[in-house]
Every structure is written in C-alpha cells, then in structure tokens.
C-alpha cells in the first residue's frame, strides 16, 4: 500500500538554529515528490516539486532533496515566519491527475 | 505561481441547508480540479476529483448525493454539501493543475460550520 510518513510530527527551533524535516514515501513508481506549507485556517502553499532521487531545489532558506526512500526540508537558519505546517505528498499515478497521498505534516515552531 | 480563489472563506449554516463553494482558477484554465476536506490536526484528505464536461470521481466513503460536484466550466468547479449536518463542519479545499504539470495549487480554503 503507497504510504507518506513525516518526522518528526512537531519541531521547536530558536531562530537561526538549522534542521531537518524527513518525508519517507513507499509507493512504486514515484512521478513526484511535493512540498507544501500550511499556515493555521489557510490553504496549501506550493514549495517544491521533484522528481528524481538525486535532485535538490532551493527557495530562500529551504532546500529539498530526493532519495529513493525518502526526502528532506532543510532549513537553514530559520526565522519565526518559518513557523508553519509543512506537508508532503508523493504522486505516484499515470497522470498528472491521478491521486496524491499527502504526509500528516511536520509543525515547526520557530522561537525568536 | 498560480493563483486559485475560493468563495466564501467561511460559512455558518444551520443543519440541513445546502451550502455551495466556488473554486476557481484565476490565472489558468483547468481541466481537473480536486476537493479535499481536513480536520483540526489532520492531514489533506482527498474526497473527488472533478473534471470540465463530466461526472466527478469520487473517493471511496465520499457520499456523491451528499457532496454534489459541478465543474461548468474550465475555470470553476463547484461543491455543494447538500443537507448539511454538524459532522459536516470542517475545512474544505480546492486545488487546480496548471498546464500539463504535475503540480497541484491549493486555493485558501473554505470553513464550514454547522450549527
């Protein structure tokens, strides 16, 4: 059964104090990987799509990677507006219409 | 990015009125949309997927006749919660394909309460 998992479930940084979200996926034949952001009583925010292991993209203080197993936020010295729900979701139909299985997200808090 | 609108942000309805959320493509013509529902502290789950020109499809243990789908036009897809129940309150989403990408954009969402 194709499977999105995310660690860990919540997170607390002090501001500038970099880590790591984790996006484990088990589906057979990945077409995307995709990172959103939540903000409370809002809808998804794009971030990131990839789609092969091996592949990073980057946008201010975030970068994404892709395993074959798995995918990773990096957040580099993060600042309070950081704070948010970041969700990850795997594509892995036929189509571009085909369903996608969203992770339970990871909350970060970021402390000033 | 592209933009995808929602109306209304929120609604309190009392039980066993139908309520209608508009989801529309601001920027781009969509021939798919998708509706999600999430509860406080729960991830996106999807209910159906709606297509221009024809009937929506529907995620196993999503009532049809309760959730009804329109999707008039290449720009705007509607769902109707029909006799809503207060175990109908929660957040319901949109999201729209741009193009021939892979990409789903998420409108800002729809609270719904009913009292």
Known sequence: ?112 | GAVVSQHPSWVICKSGTSVKIECRSLDFQATTMFWYRQFPKQSLMLMATSNEGSKATYEQGVEKDKFLINHASLTLSTLTVTSAHPEDSSFYICSAIRGRGWTQYFGPGTRLLVL
Request: proline content about 6%; charged content about 25%; aromatic content about 10%.
């Open chain 1, 1 to 112: 059964e194709d499977q999105v998992t995310q660690s860990p479930e919540a997170l607390r940084l002090q501001e500038g104090e970099s880590s790591s979200l984790n996006c484990s996926y088990t589906v057979s034949g990945l077409r995307g990987l995709f990172w959103y952001r939540q903000d409370p009583g809002k809808g998804p925010e794009f971030l990131f799509t990839l789609y092969s292991a091996g592949e990073e993209k980057e946008k201010e203080r975030l970068k994404a990677t892709l395993t074959k197993k798995e995918s990773f936020l990096h957040i580099t010295a993060p600042k309070p507006e950081d704070s948010a729900t970041y969700l990850c979701a795997v594509q892995a139909g036929k189509t571009s219409y085909d369903k996608v299985i969203f992770g339970p997200g990871t909350s970060l808090s970021v402390i000033p």
